[in-house]
């Protein structure tokens, strides 16, 4: 699904430049559910931007389901993300003007589907979210956990390849985030690939596989046994 | 432009705009005074302009009056300060040496210079009035709006000197029973008796006539009063393409050579020029309109210069939601139309409620000045003005939404999602 190639990103920071990947190599096939694990200025957040398009790569080549990503402007990358990927944000970034099922539309908005198939699709994904009856609420009026769920079910709406989670258990208790991570994995169980970049081993756990990074080149990469986030809860 | 017919832009659009209430109504206020002043400035202007022309309706525009003073300078063997008599035969020389005229009339007056007016006597009723010696001809230079039933002097009557008068208001209240019909009647002006023809409409303007007034034939008039050929001044209409100011300068140059009065002479004929007059009055209204034009497009500017400053603020506040929406897969070209939109869609809201409101604010104007001496008519903005107006502000409105627009695509997604 997502094949990444001697992968390297450096920012200007001054005068110096600070090489943040030094050459990533790594496979992920479909219906993985990988964490990136790594300290603070490990490079995990810059990998994930890459990855979303959010921010380009300086050398090596990325391949997601089949497409080269390359030669991306603004309209164009726009265009992936929204056909691609879904994301899932530390602090969820609802819009707070819009309800909960609004939000969750809107990613179909820039598909151009028409408003009634819209508030159709995100009324289903907001009942796997279980959060149906929340519907007309604005984030303001919800609990973390419940905007996390929102966030997620925002991220699915446009039926990505791929869920990008950066750090989505990180503004959480621990609770919540065992409830958050069990609907990771299911909707990881129906198939979906997804990357969760966390800090939190236990978090990891949760997952099928492992990638370490360590000052911009991974470490370890190993496969674990997953440890359903149902039993915490 | 798909995206302006969308229904969803729009729902955006109110969306994000919602958002901030106060802030929106306020900057829309902004917008919506400058084009409000625009509106009832220009709209005024043009009732005053419209007031003006109405109070002139009743003279020609391109018309003048001349009259003879006492020569100031010696000529001909003349000493100076002889008094001048115009005469009836001038008549006949100015309409054919000066080719411009269209119309002159002769009039004369007992009671306006110096002399005392015509004593008039109906029964028990006695009062003083001017009385007018006139052609049928002045009708034609100024309106004489008599009321049903009753007529002007014609050729008949001056051709045959008949007597017959036509009164003022006034005249006709002060001597008439109120609901006595005068046409038909007589009166006894200076112990003749007149038959009344017909009852004037006084209008205001256009010389020192009033309410009183009582117009006989020229003919009755001189032998009435002995005048001859005196003629009191000359009313002349030019035609309307003729310049009345050179017809003037003609005019009065004719009428010394006649009466041997210096070329250098220039009191010994007086004149009046309504057509020059006018021209103040009507540059004075074109000045206003032009000055509203000018106040009114400098506060819609500023106006307008207030909706980019907001939205500027606001799209500096939006940064993170405007990454969220581009994370979603918002283009650069959707983000930067939509911020142009909300640009346009509140100048515009902000410009039909002022216009909407100048024209309450003209209105109200209007009725408060109906009845008053006030020259103000039918208060009006041209629509082209007020489409030319909007249009502006739909142009201004984008190029200042471009600035913020611009702004929101220049911040990448990333550095926006990471705002916090």
């Known amino acids: 699904m997502i094949e990444i190639k001697d992968l390297h990103k450096s920012y200007k920071v001054g005068k110096s430049s600070l090489h943040v990947l030094k050459g990533i190599n790594i496979n992920i096939e479909g219906g993985e559910l990988v964490a990136i694990m790594g300290s603070s200025g490990s490079g995990k957040s810059t990998l994930l931007n890459i990855l979303g398009m959010l921010d380009v790569a300086d050398k090596g080549s990325y391949t997601l389901d089949g497409v080269p990503i390359k030669d991306l402007d603004e309209t164009k990358a726009a265009k992936y993300r929204n ?151 | 432009m798909m995206l302006m017919f969308n229904r969803d832009t729009w729902q955006e659009i109110f969306g994000s705009i919602k958002k901030n209430k106060a802030r929106t109504i306020i900057t829309v206020i902004g917008v919506l005074w400058g084009i409000f002043i625009y509106i009832v400035l220009s709209g005024a202007a043009k009732g005053l302009d419209n007031g003006f022309e109405e109070r002139f309706e009743d003279v020609a525009m391109n018309s003048m009056f001349a009259w003879a003073q006492q020569t100031s300078v010696p000529y001909a063997g003349f000493k100076t300060g002889r008094p001048i008599q115009l005469k009836l035969g001038d008549v006949q020389v100015l309409n054919t040496r000066v080719p411009e005229i269209q119309y002159i009339a002769p009039r004369i007056v007992k009671g306006v210079f110096g002399d005392g007016p015509g004593s008039v006597v109906r029964g028990q009723r006695t009062g003083t009035y001017n009385v007018y010696g006139d052609y049928p001809v002045l009708s034609k230079i100024a309106t004489q709006k008599i009321y049903i039933g009753g007529r002007f002097i014609n050729e008949g009557d001056t051709e045959e000197d008949r007597k017959v008068c036509v009164i003022g208001e006034r005249t006709k209240k002060e001597l008439f029973a109120k609901d006595e019909e005068p046409v038909g009647k007589y009166i006894r002006i200076d112990n003749v008796f007149f038959r009344v023809i017909g009852v004037k409409k006084y209008e205001e303007g256009g010389g020192f006539g009033d309410d009183g007034d009582i117009n006989i034939p020229f003919t009755t008039f001189k032998k009435l009063y002995n005048t001859g050929d005196n003629v009191g001044w000359l009313a002349i209409a030019a035609y ?30 007086g004149s009046f020029n309504l057509g020059e007059i006018f021209n103040k009055i009507n540059g004075f209204a074109k000045g206003l309109t032009f000055l509203s034009l000018v106040v009114g497009i400098a ?117 926006a999602l990471r705002e916090e």
């Open chain 2, 299 to 415: 506060t819609i500017i500023a106006g307008v210069i207030g909706i980019g400053n907001i939205l500027l603020i606001s799209v500096k506040e939006r940064t993170k939601e405007l990454g969220v929406r581009r994370a979603l897969g918002a283009t650069p070209s959707e983000v930067r139309g939509q911020i142009i939109l909300e640009s346009v869609f509140l100048t515009m809201v902000a410009g039909i409620f002022g216009i909407v409101l100048g024209s309450f604010v003209l209105r109200g104007i209007d009725a408060a000045t109906q009845d008053t001496d006030i020259p103000y008519t039918n208060p009006t903005v041209p629509i082209p003005y007020v489409v030319g107006a909007l249009f502006i502000m739909v142009v201004l409105g984008t190029l200042i939404g471009l600035i913020p627009a611009q702004r929101a695509v220049s911040i990448k997604p990333i550095d």
């Open chain 1, 83 to 233: 056909k691609f990927l879904g994301f899932v944000f530390q602090s969820f970034n609802l819009i707070n003007y819009k309800t909960a099922l609004e939000n969750v539309a809107l990613p179909l908005y820039y598909q151009r589907i028409s408003r009634k198939v819209r508030q159709k699709t995100a009324m289903e994904y907001l009942e796997k979210v279980g959060l149906a009856e929340w519907a007309v609420h604005l984030p303001s009026e919800l609990s973390g956990g419940q905007k996390q769920r929102i966030a997620i079910a925002r991220a699915l709406a446009a039926q990505p390849k791929v869920l990008l989670a950066d750090e989505p258990t990180g503004a959480l208790d621990s609770t919540t985030s065992y409830e958050v991570m069990q609907l990771i994995q299911e909707i990881n169980d129906e198939g979906k690939t997804i990357l969760v970049v966390t800090h939190e081993t236990d978090i990891a756990n949760m997952c099928k596989r492992i990638v370490l990074l360590k000052d911009g080149v991974i470490i370890e990469d190993k496969k674990v046994t997953q440890v359903r986030a149902s039993e915490h809860v």
């Open chain 2, 240 to 269: 309307d393409d003729a310049d009345v100011m050179q017809v003037e300068v003609d005019v009065k140059n004719i009428l010394k050579k006649i009466h041997q009065i210096s070329p250098e002479d220039d009191r010994a004929i």
